[in-house]
């Protein structure tokens, strides 16, 4: 744990650098990888799950018999569990989504935009140690809200060649039923471009190591789009004195068991805070599996003591976090000052696995600053706002002449001629 | 004007794909570009400046003196225009955005999201034969009504060092007073990484060639986000025999004189009014100053006939066109099932121009076929939306142990204790 007291706000912004992300590496690996796929197709993906997931798969495509299996390999508590997320998750993302009524700009022009949900979906859930089932929660349930037509979901299979059950059940009782056994950059090709048997889609959301993110971010050149640029994870926690150290020790180490790169930040205006979170962290780190992660995770973390909270709010604001835990006795009037942040959790009681899991917000967010001018995923994410204007007589009228004017004065006759000949028309309708 | 009469539907997508866009060509000088901005900043602006804009400026800054003499030089009719315009686009932008109440997801936990704008953002507006003033009216409405904190213009000079009056009166009434002279793919990195003279800013607006637009490309993958990814554009009418056949070639004529690359599709029913376009394109082509550029793009046009208007509609859908022209007798019912377009155009009077100047849409939209999954730039790409979300003690009891639960199955322990501690503490807080 780095330890810096009252740095100097000449220093701020260095201390908000994150470390760099080398990019380039593997620029070649995931060019091959995706052109293999594109020009091979399932042959392709044979393969390259052959040689990373050590198993020769007939077939890519989870069966129906798969899904409806996994209802009984996930415990009655766990269901249950499951079923409190999916609500309140369906119930925070539902209600984004409000058709805005027509607007007439002028006389005569009605201006209007219509949501329309993104026809096929991409899904790309990781396999590897931890079978990430919230992420299923939270992508495809607002792909469902949304009305997304084809939703696929592709995750690497085992060595046995299966998905993990809790993977095929949350998957089963959301209705998904496209469901591919492929990973890795190949898995992304085959969404982008699709295969003989994966279906291409138009946008591409979801997690994935460092080949994954390379292959989305290769794939937008041709005009597939993402959810967000990916970055390790982070949290960024606000505390004053009033604040329990158990659990500002416990988010801190939260996100630090991730991953080894992940960010955690702590800031106070306590000096006492600061000591006893350090001390509790110590004691806490003893009793955790991943502690070699956190532990590696935490050395690289940074615990500052600023003047004040107004100064936490400000480093805060330049640093973009991906969470903000504000964990203060005047936390309504602080969250009224944040400008950067993905997501922001109030009180003490709010911890960040709430919002990881069920408090109903998404837990896909912009990493790595990108808060900066990235949302998280919404509902939003999964449609397309299209313009419509309808233009009467009455309205060409009213704003025909200042068309052919601003057309002119941009050089473009044909532009203006396309209003000239509805006036000149409305004119002889007229004599 | 190649004219495709009752095209089998298994033709049809190969008609949907547009001409490839050469990418990699200019990576490398774009690149080098880039990098001597990051490197040598205002230095390579002025030596990137004297290269490509012919002159050799003492400073880049437009002066409050040389924006507030544009007034003079706008005639008194355009300004009314650009004032309608304005105020059209005002009113259809302000009505995008609205703050959501709060949802209670499950007793004690409060969950919202709050409209922020993104605090600095960068138009990019091109110089060359025309002063696309338009563009500004365009980028800077939203990008105030948003409430953008900063606004910063690049603009390339001509070679005596100025910029368009209409630019500077177009930006000079939005009170946008950062203007820059610097263009081309240096102005890009000028803003994506800042110089001595140019702040950096989040988000970067605006059109350009081909060397700006490889530049956005690339700025990207530092984690600088774009309006959208560019291509040439592109106008779709679907027309029935009700429509007039001058307003249907003027229509097309408009979109063909942007470039030699623009795209112009008509779809139809009736071959009588396939027939009496082309020749009424012929005739209108005659009196065009842009008849060359006009001539090259109708060249590559498409004139499709098609069985009926659910078929053009069909197709449509499947090439997800920039613009879209409904002009057929029963355009309301036919616009509901508009799946994927940038902006539509629906009935006999509103041609595209209306939307590119002074309807109240933006016409800064999808090309390319990337309507399937990105909208057009509104006030929301000015702003993200932030999480929050607020759990009481309450709260934390109702989703706490499915939060542990789903955790545990994640293998993510300190996820679980970060509740854990919390249900301990007021379990002993109760007794």
């Known amino acids: 744990m780095k330890t810096i007291i009252l740095p100097p706000e000449d220093k701020w912004d260095a201390l908000c650098t994150r470390p760099a992300i080398l990019k380039s ?16 197709g399932d042959k392709a993906l044979i393969d390259y799950s052959e040689r990373f997931d050590k198993i020769k798969l007939s077939t890519f495509i989870v069966s129906q018999e798969e899904i409806a299996g996994s209802v009984q390999r996930v415990s009655e508590k766990l269901k249950s569990a499951i079923d409190i997320a999916r609500k309140n998750i369906e119930k925070f993302h539902a209600a984004q989504l409000k058709q805005e009524p027509p607007i007439q700009t002028i006389p005569g022009v009605m201006c209007w935009r219509k949501n329309v949900p993104v ?11 931890a079978p990430l089932f919230s992420t299923i929660l939270m992508l495809a349930i607002p792909a469902k809200i949304a009305g997304c037509r084809d939703i696929v979901i592709c995750t690497p299979p085992d060595k046995a060649g299966n998905v993990n059950p809790l993977i095929l059940y949350t998957a089963g009782i959301l209705g998904i039923t496209k469901i591919y056994k492929t990973g890795g950059a190949q898995a992304i090709a085959a969404m982008a471009y699709g295969t003989q048997t994966i279906p291409k889609v138009f946008k591409i959301f979801g997690p994935g190591n ?17 959810d967000l640029p990916a970055g390790p994870s982070e949290v960024l926690v606000i505390a004053d004195k009033s604040a329990n150290p158990e659990f500002i020790a416990a988010d801190l180490i939260s996100q630090a068991e991730h991953g080894t790169d ?5 800031l106070t205006d306590s000096k006492e805070l600061l000591e006893k979170t350090c001390s509790e962290i110590e004691l806490q780190l003893k009793a955790l599996p991943r502690k070699e992660i956190a532990s590696e995770a935490l050395d690289n973390s940074l615990f500052i003591l600023l003047d004040s909270l107004d100064d936490c709010i400000e480093f805060s604001n330049r640093y973009a976090p991906e969470h903000l835990i504000i964990n203060t006795s005047d936390f309504q009037l602080l969250s009224e000052k944040i400008i950067n942040a993905g997501s922001v959790f109030l009180g003490k009681y709010s911890c960040e696995s709430a919002g990881d899991y069920a408090s109903g917000t998404n837990h896909t967010l912009p990493t790595n600053g990108f808060a900066r001018s990235y949302s998280g995923v919404s509902t939003e994410s999964f449609i397309r706002k299209i313009s419509f204007q ?4 009455k309205g060409i009228k009213n704003i025909g002449p200042a068309i052919e004017l601003m057309a002119e004065a941009e050089l473009l006759r044909a532009h203006k001629n396309a209003v000239t000949v509805r006036l000149k028309y409305l004119e002889n309708v007229r004599n």
């Open 25 to 40: 590496e593997l620029d070649d690996v995931v060019r091959k990888i995706i052109n293999d796929v594109k020009t091979t």
């Open 119 to 129: 026809e096929k979906v991409g899904l790309y859930i990781p396999g590897g140690s």
């Open 210 to 226: 460092q080949y994954v993110t390379k292959a989305k971010e290769l794939i937008q050149q041709d005009g597939i789009s993402i």
């Open 262 to 266: 992940s960010q955690v930040v702590l």
């Open 390 to 393: 309808e233009v009467s007589g």
